[in-house]
């Protein structure tokens, strides 16, 4: 069966600090990645999401970068946080499109 | 802006009873809807999907009625139960790798 990790589950960081949340996905190969975040009581924005390695779209423009170094793992980076940058970030993945994304747990991302 | 939104942002049930959880969508173009469980603190959770060119698809104690005609989408839960109790999703897909989601709605099942 597949599984998705996502770690940490919780970061606090100060403004103007890196930041590197990272996703990995078992049990499957060639995934489709995501990155979403969840502000509080809001639905999830799509952030970036990943077809194949080294290939990112990005769907906003902001703070933030993701990288596909390897076929089932994802990585979301900042060079320098903002408080704006503060969220829930879940990872999610599916085999095609129109087929269900599966998630992780997230990451509560604190910026202070 | 958003394409999915909920009829309404929070649902109170009865233990035992049926929930209706309610979902308009603005594109027709839309062809692929799913609806996601969230529990506090974790991930959305798959429930269950329905394509275009169905109206009903029915699960475990679940059922999703989509009406096309005035862009609705719906979730039925039977016999509604204390772990029910969750921010429920829908979501829309264009045959793209854009899942779009609503705001959700919040389900408190009374015990």
């Known amino acids: 069966s597949q599984t998705i990790h996502q770690w940490p589950a919780t970061l606090v960081q100060p403004v103007g600090s890196p930041l590197s949340l990272e996703c990995t996905v078992e049990g499957t190969s060639n995934p489709n990645l995501y990155w979403y975040r969840q502000a509080a009581g809001r639905g999830l924005q799509l952030l970036f999401y990943?077809?194949?390695?080294?290939?990112i779209s990005s769907e906003v423009p902001q703070n933030l970068s993701a990288s596909r170094p390897q076929d089932r793992q994802f990585i979301l980076s900042s060079k320098k946080l903002l408080l704006s940058d503060s969220g829930f970030y879940l990872c999610?993945?599916?085999?095609?499109?129109?087929?269900?994304?599966?998630f992780g747990n997230g990451t509560r991302l604190t910026v202070t | 802006g958003e394409s999915v939104g909920l009829h309404l942002p929070t649902l109170s049930v009865q233990e035992g009873d049926n929930s209706i959880i309610n979902c308009a969508y603005s594109?027709?173009?839309?062809?692929?809807f799913i609806w996601y469980k969230q529990e506090s603190g974790k991930g959305p959770q798959f429930i269950i999907d329905?394509?275009?060119?169905?109206d009903k698809r029915q699960g475990q104690r679940v059922t999703v009625l989509l009406n096309k005609t005035v862009k609705h989408l719906s979730l039925q839960i039977a016999a509604t139960q204390p772990g029910d109790s969750a921010v429920y999703f829908c979501a829309e897909n264009m045959n793209d790798y854009k899942l779009s989601f609503g705001a959700g709605t919040t389900v408190t099942v009374r015990a």
């Open positions: 999610a993945w599916n085999r095609e499109v129109n087929s269900p994304l599966h």
């Open positions: 329905i394509r275009s060119n169905m």
């Open positions: 594109n027709s173009a839309s062809d692929y």
């Open positions: 990943s077809v194949g390695i080294g290939q």
